[in-house]
């Protein structure tokens, strides 16, 4: 069987559990109404009969489980028409914006023959998908039969534009567009509406749908509600708890065909350039990954946000190649023409990419919005700041620590004083709880840090400052790693085991001889 007719089976298999659910909502009603109607002629328990007295109490009971039943279905069919399908946040991209990108699209569609996507949208991402439009919500019209759904919109991850090569970027989308060929086909088309209604069901009342995936956002989850509302809330998410659970096999398989059948029918263009787009793949997300959480996770700490992500993921791999010899002659595919150059400003959508970026991954900041930042300006504005900011942290822990009769100096020979006397932990304790007053819950990308791990950080930072300030350092950008230390023009890396030793065993001498060699002054201030 050709994976277009399995896909279509489990469709049509949804597509029962639908109807068996309105045909069991349905039946006691009708088997209500036989009773009434046998009433009333005279024919199912005549008045003066000898059963009439079981008739009646039949009537009667039958007539309570249709109305039950009639108001669970009520309840289920209102919250399914109000719940909507969660949408992935993206940056919709314009014919206008890109209209060489449309070009290509349209023209491999055309060689698939399958519907070209109704539009396209980048989102911050290493992945590219189908988004199907979401449909209108239903009114109180008379029930229609179900229509073929529009073309769904083209999400493509926006690291690939700037990464990849224009025909390599044709290759990798080539099995992703052949999928539109599903949304034409009415019987999928209403499978996915109904289970995406069902999730989305579920969804907005705070739960999740198990195995039926849905957006990187979703809804916000509706304030509780107590009494009778509370009880029917209840009563429908089980009901369709039930309906996911009989769907959830057909559903997992469903896709799983259709993702074939669009394997299947994209496997005759540039098949061969897609197994090397792939490569790419891997690479793109491992250079996304880490530009996100080493150069602008730092960033959006100080509530700045770099400008241009996507170009400094094209930096990030470059570099990446350059150290990584796994990575040999990837440098050279950058003579090809970018797959950005598809776009007609790709500064401009680079920027809001990257805003998106700064809003799904970390949050908006709680005051003051966000300030853009270009990457020239990442070593004073992230960088320097990021070192004040800890070692302004460090220092006020070390007071509370240590109180003096006048504020204490920040110095390295007050901090590292205290490291050797053992009292680590009371500054870890005291940083993490200084953070914890501070800040929001930790974000989507902010990794869980003890407080070990905090003052490590913060000691770091302190050291960083006195470089700087007392032994011409200068604070730098890695594109892999994120902030570093560049004294004499040079990138230090052999500060962390000293620092770990210093924090973690109150051996502070061979930090005392890491500073020493590079001729920092310990007894001079920080400036903070």
Same mark, same amino acid.
């Given at each position: 069987?050709? =994976? ?23 039946? *006691?009603?009708?088997? =209500? ?46 919250? #399914?028409?109000?719940?909507?399908? *969660? ?20 023209? #491999? ?9 109704? =539009? ?38 926006? *690291? ?60 916000? @989850? ?23 659970? &009989?769907?959830?096999?057909?559903? +997992? ?30 690479? +793109? ?10 150069? &602008? ?8 946000? @770099? ?135 930790? *974000? ?16 770091? =930072? ?24 560049? #004294? ?41």
């Amino acid at each position: 069987m050709a =994976a277009v007719d399995i896909a279509r089976a489990h469709a049509q298999a949804v597509l029962r559990v639908r109807g068996l659910a309105r045909a069991a909502a349905a039946l *006691p009603t009708a088997v =209500a109404v036989v009773l009434l109607a046998g009433r009333f002629t005279g024919r199912i328990g005549a008045p003066g009969a000898s059963d009439a007295a079981g008739w009646d109490a039949a009537r009667w009971a039958v007539c309570a489980v249709a109305a039950l039943t009639l108001l669970v279905a009520g309840l289920t069919a209102r919250a #399914l028409r109000r719940a909507v399908p *969660p949408s992935t946040p993206a940056v919709p991209l314009d014919r206008a914006e890109a209209p060489e990108l449309y070009r290509l699209i349209d023209e #491999l569609a055309d060689r698939l023959d399958v519907p070209a996507p109704s =539009a396209v949208a980048l989102t911050p991402d290493c992945d590219s998908w189908l988004e199907d439009v979401p449909s209108a919500r239903p009114t109180a019209a008379p029930p229609q039969p179900d229509p073929a759904e529009p073309a769904p919109v083209l999400v493509i991850g926006s *690291p690939f534009l700037w990464w990849m090569r224009a025909g390599e970027l044709r290759a990798l989308l080539a099995p992703v567009v052949a999928g539109t060929a599903a949304s034409a086909d009415p019987e999928i088309a209403a499978a996915r509406r109904f289970l995406r209604r069902l999730d989305a069901c579920l969804d907005s009342g705070g739960g999740t749908a198990p195995g039926l995936g849905g957006g990187i956002l979703a809804a916000p @989850p509706r304030p509780p509600r107590r009494g009778p509302a509370a009880l029917a809330d209840r009563v429908v998410r089980r009901v369709v708890r039930r309906l996911l659970g &009989a769907c959830r096999g057909h559903s +997992a398989e469903l896709e799983r065909s259709v993702a074939g059948w669009a394997s299947e029918q994209a496997r005759a263009v540039d098949y061969g350039l897609r197994i090397a787009a792939q490569e790419q793949v891997g690479l +793109a997300y491992a250079g996304w990954d880490r530009l996100l959480t080493r150069v &602008a996770l730092p960033a959006w700490r100080l509530g700045r946000h @770099p400008a241009h992500l996507n170009a400094g993921v094209v930096s990030a791999l470059t570099e990446l190649s350059r150290r990584d010899r796994l990575a040999d002659g990837y440098g050279s595919r950058l003579g090809d023409r970018p797959a950005c150059d598809l776009l007609e400003e790709p500064g401009t959508v680079d920027r809001a990419v990257s805003r998106l970026a700064a809003d799904l991954f970390f949050g908006r900041p709680a005051a003051g919005g966000w300030h853009e930042l270009e990457w020239a300006d990442y070593p004073a504005e992230v960088v320097d700041a990021g070192w004040r900011a800890g070692a302004a942290a460090l220092q006020t822990a070390l007071d509370r620590l240590a109180p003096q009769s006048r504020p204490g100096a920040p110095t390295l020979t007050r901090l590292l004083g205290r490291l050797a006397e053992g009292d680590g932990e009371l500054l870890a304790a005291a940083l993490a709880a200084q953070l914890a007053r501070t800040t929001a819950p930790a *974000p989507l990308l902010e990794p869980d840090r003890s407080g070990r791990d905090l003052l490590v950080d913060h000691v770091t =930072a302190m050291v960083c400052c006195a470089a700087v300030d007392t032994a011409g350092g200068a604070p730098g950008l890695d594109w892999l790693d994120g902030p570093v230390l560049l #004294l004499g023009g040079v990138r230090r890396t052999d500060l962390a085991g000293p620092v770990a030793q210093a924090v973690e065993q109150g051996q502070d001498g061979p930090l005392r001889a890491w500073l020493d060699a590079a001729d920092v002054r310990l007894e001079k201030p920080v400036r903070l």
